[in-house]
């Protein structure tokens, strides 16, 4: 069976040869972080009883808790919630928001502009109903110098008010490199020496296990993320995750439930071994993914286009971003992603406008569970220079299928 042009095929082993060093890096890193996960699964004695379900209110679900202690550990946390109930990243980040910030206080995000979904949770955008700005609750982003954290204003910046430190580690879809974990414990000593009792919050969306140590393992006092992006390794079906300091924990659970329920309650209906397996499964699906981009990058470079991160580069996060110059190319290859998918195939996607968005975006995803990014998907702004963003894959196989297809399409439209 040949599924592609022998040009193709050539193309790919000498892709795979140059990116042979890279790869092997991304599997020690697997190789790390899968001992990891497993040694938190052995130390908190995971049982077959802790998949039982659990139903009403949910007290006293052992598995609940076992796997929240589990999600501690593995991210060098005091505490965990973790939780179908939490709907999306942004429901855990503004769970964190708004569990820890109280009415005066104000909330500064310190790594450029940040993820669109936050504008409407600190009322920036949108109705403001329910958001920050409602109950009184300051906010502020600061821009980026160079891309980089600009660190005298930063310490200008720094008010009697101020009592979160926002990071958000992911470029998502902003033009800007993603924040390394290296340089994340930097921002957390800098501004603990500025004022120690500051809270500093990571927004880890696309992080988790790119790395050998996560935010919470170098000072950062709260994290949270999506379970149906890396940490839910593909499997899980949804919910979000949020670890930390003990004390902020139990305060943002409060807000995730209610006061006096807090972490206690919460039946799991049935979900409690998909979380499990989900993170034990995570740094493997994690691996495959950043394979994936690799290849994409460094075969796209192969052809002429600018690809960022590079494919040599250190990788913090799991998205690729490829400017493919052209309308037409960056159809093509999100129409090539879309039909290589093993769900929807079929469908043909075509730009279109989107809300929040000034310009026409087409979306490429054919994802077993809706809107998982952790699945293989692209998408991009009809706009200048026609970049193309694009992350996940469940294996690095299927990435490697996706991305011939699109590079075959893109060598069919630009020949002659
Ligand atoms: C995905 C993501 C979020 C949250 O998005 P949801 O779609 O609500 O899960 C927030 N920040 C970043 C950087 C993200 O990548």
Redesign the pocket.
């Known amino acids: 069976m040949q599924f592609f042009t022998d040009d193709i095929q050539a193309l790919q082993e000498k892709v795979e040869d140059k990116i042979s060093h890279i790869v092997k890096r991304i599997e020690r890193d697997v190789d790390y972080n899968q001992a990891k996960v497993l040694q938190a699964f052995q130390q908190h004695r995971v049982s077959d009883f802790h998949f039982a379900d659990s139903t009403g209110y949910g007290h006293n679900d052992i598995g609940r808790e076992t796997v929240e202690q589990v999600y501690a550990t593995a991210f060098g946390a005091e505490a965990a919630l973790v939780r179908p109930h939490i709907v999306?990243?942004?429901?855990a980040?503004s769970s964190v928001l708004f569990g820890l910030l109280r009415p005066g206080d104000e909330l500064l995000y310190i790594s450029g502009k940040p993820?669109d979904?936050l504008e409407e949770v600190v009322g920036e955008r949108g109705e403001g109903q329910g958001s920050l700005k409602e109950f009184n609750i300051s906010y502020r982003w600061l821009p980026l110098a160079n891309d980089k954290i600009d660190y005298p204003l930063l310490q200008k910046s720094i008010s009697a008010n101020t009592k979160i430190i926002g990071i958000?580690r992911?470029r998502?879809y902003a033009d800007r490199p993603s924040f390394t974990i290296a340089e994340i414990e930097e921002m957390v000593t800098f501004c603990k020496g500025i004022n120690e009792n500051l809270i500093i919050f990571v927004?880890n969306?696309?992080g988790e296990f790119t790395e050998r140590l996560e935010p919470t393992d170098v000072g950062v006092d709260v994290m949270a993320g999506?379970l149906i992006?890396n940490p839910g390794g593909g499997i899980v079906r949804s919910g979000g995750y949020i670890v930390g300091k003990e004390q902020y924990v139990t305060q943002i659970s409060y807000r995730v439930t209610s006061p006096g329920i807090g972490s206690l309650g919460g039946a799991m209906l049935g979900t409690t071994r998909e979380l499990f397996q989900g993170l034990f499964i995570a740094p493997h699906t994690v691996g495959e993914a950043l394979k994936g981009v690799v290849f994409a990058s460094a075969i796209l470079e192969e052809l002429g286009f600018e690809t960022t991160p590079f494919w040599h580069e250190r990788r913090t996060d799991i998205i690729q971003a490829i400017h493919l110059k052209t309308p037409e190319n960056l159809l093509a290859f999100c129409q090539a992603i879309q039909a290589s998918s093993p769900v929807d195939s079929h469908v043909l996607p075509v730009a279109s406008p989107m809300p929040g968005y000034a310009d026409p975006v087409v979306m490429a995803a054919g994802t077993f569970i809706q809107?998982a990014?952790i699945e293989l998907s692209a998408d991009g702004p009809m706009r200048e220079p026609y970049t193309v963003y694009m992350q996940g894959g469940l294996t690095y196989s299927h990435v490697k299928i996706g991305i011939l297809s699109a590079v075959s399409n893109l060598l069919k439209i630009n020949q002659g």
Do not use: M
């Open positions: 999306s990243g942004t429901h980040i993820y979904t958000q992911s998502g927004d969306c696309y999506s992006k809107g990014s």
